[in-house]
């Protein structure tokens, strides 16, 4: 089985959690999988429900009644399954009733069982998900494996990735021999992605061609949805979806409006963004006006970066001659778009808030994040001319900004110039927080 994260995470709740879990995600990130992996390991008495494959089962929650209703219902169909005090209840694609997120905290408070829930499109269908019900429910949220899951899958061992976190937080050049096969792999995540299915057929087949039809096939999953939800809402979520490609090939890899025909304006087609972002399939990026703390301050809406979900299925989604040039390390080949959106993808999965910055004057930064309490300029660079950054410059000369340090991810070793990191990119896995485990603050009176 591919080592998740989020194995950890869901095996604590069985263990100790005294809330109901809702896993979420885009499809085929590989919730329900994990989920059913982690309840079998933990010898837990568990029952698994699926409102797609049994709709029926919809009517144990949906009918009028109280709490010991529900439960006697949920006796008549698993019987002896059920033990009181242990058994957990697993509810997956939970979407399709969106008022069983209303009815866990009634079903919380009884305790006679524990509930963990899951489903995809949760974005979507249930809007206020983020806010109810609070202290009920402790929300995960899965993506794509992301790099240091991905170089684990491959054979990487935890000791070597030790190291090199060593030599990220030393700010020292990785060993030569270590360095090169970092980089070999991180190619590789650009053409295989993180969707686990496509992780696991590389890994079985080692066949490009075999990886790339399982990202059509999701790519077909996806719009499947799309189809549904435009015909329903009036949206475009199909062409602006077909369209990021293009628009991250372009120089600033910024969302242009007129790219979807003359006249159109964000009004018409917010709704189309927003659902895409809220299904999980895209991911957005969103303008500040200055790169100062706190950043959402000055987030501009109306201007953005999409990426997608998952590198590999971007990768997908070009033509065969750019993965042929990524095995061949093609130098003629721009994969600026491919890094850029592997970087995004791996910082919003470790729960980051990202920006990107364009001022007239100073010029544009690729990407904005606020890390150990301060902002943090990230710049990805995929060509040898990584050390050309104006725009950089300007910034961390602005002694207004009080920006500290910023990292520039590229293709080389380690390197420090005074206060510009320069990195390679895979060490965009170590780029944690230091601040997110929260901060102590002593009592002020007493």
Not at 14 to 26: D, E, H, M, Q
Not at 45 to 63: A, G, L, M, T
Request: include cysteine; hydrophobic fraction near 40%; aromatic fraction near 12%.
């Amino acid at each position: 089985m591919i080592e998740r994260e989020l194995y950890k995470d869901i095996t604590d709740w069985v263990a100790n959690g005294k809330t109901a879990l809702t896993v979420t995600g885009a499809r085929q990130t590989g919730k329900t999988f994990l989920i059913r992996e982690c309840l079998k390991a933990s010898g837990r008495s568990f029952v698994e429900i699926n409102f797609i494959e049994n709709p029926e089962y919809i009517s144990i929650f949906k009918n009028d009644g109280n709490v010991k209703d529900i439960l006697f219902r949920l006796s008549a169909v698993f019987g002896k399954s059920l033990i009181p005090g242990e058994t957990i209840v697993f509810i997956d694609e939970v979407q399709e009733y969106k008022d069983m997120v209303t009815k866990i905290k009634f079903l919380v408070d009884d305790n006679t069982y524990k509930y963990i829930l899951s489903g995809s499109l949760l974005g979507v269908e249930l809007s206020n998900l983020r806010s109810a019900p609070v202290g009920y429910m402790k929300i995960l949220e899965m993506y794509p494996l992301n790099l240091k899951e991905f170089y684990k899958a491959i054979g990487m061992t935890e000791s070597v990735l030790d190291k090199v976190k060593e030599c990220f937080d030393s700010r020292i050049p990785v060993d030569s021999f270590v360095h090169s096969k970092l980089m070999d792999a991180f190619y590789l995540y650009l053409m295989v992605g993180g969707m686990p299915q496509a992780v696991d057929t590389y890994l079985s087949t080692n066949d490009m061609n075999k990886v790339s039809e399982i990202h059509q096939d999701i790519n077909s999953l996806y719009k499947l949805d799309f189809t549904k939800y435009e015909q329903q809402q009036n949206l475009r979520l199909k062409e602006i979806y077909d369209s990021i490609p293009g628009e991250l090939n372009d120089q600033n890899k910024r969302f242009f409006l007129n790219k979807l025909g003359h006249g159109t304006s964000i009004s018409r087609v917010e709704n189309s963004f927003i659902w895409l972002k809220d299904a999980g399939v895209a991911l957005a990026i969103y303008n500040v006006t200055e790169p100062k703390s706190p950043l959402r301050v000055s987030e501009k809406r109306n201007l953005f970066k999409l990426f997608l979900l998952d590198v590999g299925m971007l990768t997908s989604m070009y033509p065969n001659s750019v993965k042929l040039g990524i095995f061949n390390r093609d130098k003629n080949l721009n994969n600026g778009a491919l890094f850029e959106n592997a970087v995004a993808q791996e910082l919003i999965s470790k729960g980051y808030a990202v920006y990107y910055y364009n001022g007239k004057k100073q010029g544009e930064l690729d990407l904005l994040i606020e890390r150990n309490g301060y902002v943090l300029p990230i710049e990805v660079k995929s060509g040898k001319d990584f050390k050309i950054h104006s725009a950089l410059d300007n910034v961390l000369s602005n002694e207004s900004y009080g920006i500290p340090e910023a990292i520039i991810f590229n293709n080389e070793n380690v390197e420090t110039v005074g206060k510009k990191n320069y990195m390679p990119i895979y060490m965009t896995m170590f780029l944690e927080d230091d601040l997110s485990d929260g901060i102590i603050y002593p009592p002020v009176l007493g």
